[in-house]
């Protein structure tokens, strides 16, 4: 059984920082894609970023070069670091894992980032 859960969420002034996590337990982190995903109120979720087992990365247009995506297989952890953040990166953020051999998706329960103007 997969678990995935993040922290480091919460409430930021406009051009500042956050430093999200997602850790693992169950499956094998390692050999699967890890993905980091946003919904704001009366949005559809959308895809932030992601990184392969083999360490490529993918960004949203809205936020390359502003954030980062990275990974400790070690500690089954996957990191956003979010700079320059804005009033329109407010979201709940969700951690993803997969899809995995057997075409399965894993998600976290999610958690909020609030930046104020």
Not at 1 to 29: D, H, P, Y
Not at 39 to 47: F, N, V, W
Not at 55 to 84: C, E, P, W
Request: net charge positive.
């Amino acid at each position: 059984q997969v678990q995935l859960v993040e922290s480091g969420g919460g409430l930021v002034q406009a051009g500042g920082s956050l430093r999200l996590s997602c850790t693992a337990s169950g499956g094998i982190f390692s050999a699967n894609a890890m993905g980091w995903y946003r919904q704001a109120p009366g949005k559809q979720r959308e895809l932030v970023a992601a990184i392969t087992s083999g360490g490529s990365t993918i960004y949203a247009d809205s936020v390359k070069g502003r954030f980062t995506i990275s990974r400790d297989n070690a500690k089954k952890t996957v990191h956003l670091q979010m700079n320059s953040l804005k009033p329109e990166d407010t979201a709940a953020y969700y951690c993803k894992m997969g899809p995995t051999y057997f075409g399965m998706d894993y998600w976290g329960k999610g958690t909020l980032v609030t930046v104020s103007s």
